[in-house]
């Protein structure tokens, strides 16, 4: 199953489209989730009365418009609609135990105010332990090429398994991207390297780690793409070309940002694609 939280808002129109459209191709049903939380209106000395029920009666048009949208654009994929009641982030996570896959939108209304990295995007995204997709509002021409990022740590194999899915799914191009760096100490004069002999050891990483999965999918068209540099930097600059950008996270400890890893956090928040975030 497919979950995706919707507010009304231009992006969680794009989210439920996105949601849609893969629930189709994975050949999942597809849930649409709106939360309610009332916090924000009971904070005041006299708390409205009757706001509650206007939050209810909004949310059940929001649910309405979005499942309407998602029947419209995919009329094949079994739907159905959700409301909850609490705390935006924590409901979704929540809901994410039972998905495939859940998708958000970048920015939005009530529980998604804020930028691509606001409180709920973090959250959901630090926490879920399903792959976890935040989409913009634009709408995008297809480019027919999915992006990933590896590195040389087990962690980024599930960003992996899911991008050669989802290029599978797609007839499209995967792009595998591995940036790296020199050592600070590689900029000593006492030190000295051997670039080939170093590029050739970063290609070897790449290589490596995509034969497995290249056995698995022979359908998919590879491209090994390693590149000198740091690793959001050369994931963003591949947006323009890109229908998804695939990131594992490496974050450790008990908040929500840390739980993403720099990287997946870096690209979240500079990215004008869709990004998933696949935790380990």
């Known amino acids: 199953m497919i979950i995706v939280g919707v507010d009304g808002s231009v992006a969680s129109r794009a989210a439920v489209e996105w949601a849609a459209n893969d629930a189709l191709r994975m050949r999942v049903p597809l849930r649409i989730v709106h939360v309610v939380d009332r916090s924000p209106y009971q904070i005041g000395r006299y708390p409205s009365v009757d706001l509650p029920d206007t939050l209810l009666d ?24 959700q ?14 135990k039972d998905a495939n896959e859940i998708v958000l939108g970048s920015r939005g209304l009530g529980g998604f105010t804020g930028a691509l990295l606001g409180s709920v995007s973090t959250h959901v995204a630090g926490h879920a332990h399903c792959p976890v997709v935040v989409v913009r509002g634009e709408r995008r021409p297809v480019q027919g090429e999915i992006v990933v990022g590896v590195d040389d740590s087990p962690e980024c194999e599930p960003a992996l398994a899911y991008a050669f899915e989802q290029a599978s799914l797609r ?9 790296w760096q020199l050592p600070v100490h590689a900029f000593a004069p006492e030190v000295v390297y051997d670039m080939d002999e170093v ?5 070897r990483v790449v290589h490596d780690r995509l034969a497995a999965f290249a056995e698995k999918y022979p359908q998919v068209n590879v491209v090994e793409d390693v590149q000198s540099g740091h690793p959001v930097d050369a994931l963003t600059a591949t947006c323009d070309k890109a229908d998804l950008v695939v990131v594992g996270s490496h974050g450790r400890g008990a908040v929500g940002s840390l739980l993403l890893g720099s990287v997946s956090r870096g690209v979240l928040h500079h990215a004008h694609c869709p990004v998933a975030v696949v935790r380990t």
């Open 58 to 81: 909004e949310g059940t048009k929001v649910l309405r418009e979005a499942e309407e949208l998602a029947r419209e654009r995919q009329p094949e994929v079994e739907i159905s609609t």
């Open 83 to 96: 409301i909850e009641e609490g705390a935006t982030a924590a409901v979704l996570r929540e809901q994410a």
């Open 171 to 179: 007839g499209s191009t995967l792009r595998v991207l591995y940036a």
């Open 199 to 203: 590029r050739e050891a970063q290609h």
